[in-house]
């Protein structure tokens, strides 16, 4: 119980000092309430929850490799996921919400969480090194169009060893555990080369969604505050914003805001975009995406049994 508060009383107080001792992003907030255009801001808000019950959905099909699971429990388990990771560092505690969510808490529980996160991670990267190219396209390639040819090149193989894991886990994981430090995660990995190529598809699928979701999310607060740009270049900006944003460790969700907007206020920059839309919209996307269904996660939180009473064996009858 003093675990749950504690979880709780950081969460709050992350969540607090994020969001409103923060000055940005209470700014970018108190302005999505008053100063934005109500319909796209409201567009925004009402995706949430789809993007949530989209992550449920990718859980829920990984999960049952695992044990039978409902999706109920599965949208659960990402929300208590969520919370945990709220406030451990590059959100590990998303680890431990889902693994103690199942009835069976088998190690191998990690390595399925990691394999749908690191779905997520393929196609961020596939969408963002797009992005990335079309502005080093527009900005080097007509003065140095080597130096563009060989970043697209490298591009190219970079997604290519991204899918590589996916469908050659076998013969990956045989490699990795080669290096002795590591074959202590052999038991959390024993089950990724078991998921058949369809079960793949179909998180990869999840993933595109998800990402699909984020855009239009990010888009519409771009224009609820009023920054406007060209579809495909907002698109690449986008794109480049959640690669960099991806590429960057994050210690807690304080340090989690500052990397994202960063990168969207430069490469938005480059489009000839303001920052203070740019940086209103970015703030007010990490509010609604992770620090509201953070805050609601806590629920499922304080009722999270993290101890299990084993049930009392009787003794055995002593043999004659």
């Not at 319909?39 to 039978?68: H, I, M, Q, S, T």
């Not at 709220?86 to 088998?106: C, H, I, M, Q, W």
């Not at 190219?156 to 991204?162: E, K, Y």
Request: aromatic share 10%.
């Amino acid at each position: 119980m003093l675990g749950k508060l504690a979880v709780t009383a950081l969460t709050l107080w992350l969540l607090w000092q994020s969001v409103v001792a923060d000055a940005a992003t209470a700014t970018a907030w108190r302005g999505l309430l008053t100063d934005a255009q109500r319909g796209p801001a409201l567009a925004a808000l009402l995706l949430v929850p789809l993007n949530w019950a989209l992550e449920a959905w990718k859980w829920w099909r990984l999960a049952r490799f695992l044990e039978p699971v409902s999706y109920g429990r599965s949208f659960r388990a990402v929300l208590t996921g969520l919370t945990l990771g709220f406030v451990t560092p590059n959100r590990v505690g998303d680890y431990a919400g889902r693994l103690l969510e199942l009835k069976n808490r088998r190690p191998e529980a990690l390595g399925a969480v990691f394999l749908g996160r690191y779905c997520q991670l393929v196609v961020t990267v596939l969408a963002g090194s797009l992005g990335v190219l079309y502005f080093v396209g527009r900005y080097l390639g007509p003065e140095y169009p080597l130096v563009a040819a060989g970043l697209g090149l490298t591009a190219a193989v970079g997604n290519a060893l991204m899918l590589l894991p996916l469908y050659r886990s076998r013969l990956l994981l045989a490699a990795v555990l080669q290096w002795r430090p590591l074959r202590r995660f052999q038991r959390y990995t024993a089950n990724l080369p078991h998921y058949p190529a369809r079960v793949l598809h179909q998180v990869l699928l999840l993933s595109g969604l998800r990402y699909a979701v984020f855009t239009a999310q990010f888009g519409l607060l771009l224009w609820a505050y009023g920054a406007t740009a060209p579809l495909g270049a907002a698109l690449a900006a986008i794109a480049g914003t959640f690669l960099l944003k991806s590429l960057v460790p994050s210690l807690n969700a304080l340090t989690d805001v500052g990397a994202r907007e960063l990168s969207a206020t430069h490469l938005f920059g480059l489009l000839g975009l303001p920052v203070l839309p740019v940086l209103s919209a970015s703030l007010s996307l990490w509010v609604l995406n992770i620090a509201l269904p953070s805050a609601a996660g806590l629920l499922f939180v304080l009722r999270l049994k993290v101890l299990r009473r084993q049930k009392k064996r009787r003794p055995a009858a002593p043999s004659a």
